[in-house]
């Protein structure tokens, strides 16, 4: 008797670009709205102080000085936040092609959660590291938020993706 073993041929699938990036700016958006409510609904803070925290990146320590609405923080922080989020979005999209599970909405999801807890820990212990200010902001509502933009992202992609799906 012989036994013929198929191998199978594993092939790059390329994501749908535009649909990983408008992804990231909508699961972007959807943790912004989260950032500015969340202190607004539990009543701990200034709504604009995630704002300030990630235009510090961009702007220096001194973003962190000041408080309240203030259109130059905003803006850096808006361009900051929406060019991680369009590559988050791409790296989804990368991720969910790679795996070829673009018509598996429980795959998709997987893959959104992973990304979201991967995202928290590398930005709020890894990247903490350089950037002390985002220690703080550790905890439920944080690491909620990234679950919210993992899952979002993915799921915008799985809903937009135009490229045919894998077999």
């Not at 500015?36 to 995630?50: I, R, Y």
């Not at 938020?145 to 993915?154: D, I, P, R, S």
């Amino acid at each position: 008797m012989e036994l013929q073993l198929q191998s199978r041929h594993v092939s790059w699938r390329t994501p749908d670009w535009s649909a990983a990036a408008v992804a990231g700016l909508a699961a972007g958006a959807v943790l912004m709205v989260l950032d500015l409510c969340w202190p607004l609904v539990f009543g701990n803070g200034d709504p604009w102080a995630t704002s300030h925290k990630i235009a510090a990146l961009l702007l220096g320590q001194q973003a962190l000085h000041s408080s309240g609405l203030d259109l130059g923080v905003v803006a850096a922080a808006l361009l900051i936040h929406y060019t991680l989020g369009v590559f988050s979005g791409l790296v989804i999209g990368i991720a969910i092609a790679g795996l070829r599970c673009e018509g598996s909405l429980a795959m998709t999801q997987v893959i959104g959660y992973v990304f979201g807890v991967v995202v928290y820990f590398v930005n709020f212990y890894v990247l903490a590291a350089l950037f002390p200010w985002f220690q703080e902001m550790r905890g439920e509502a944080t690491f909620l938020g990234q679950l919210a933009f993992g899952v979002c992202a993915a799921e915008v992609y799985r809903r937009l993706n135009r490229r045919p799906v894998a077999a």
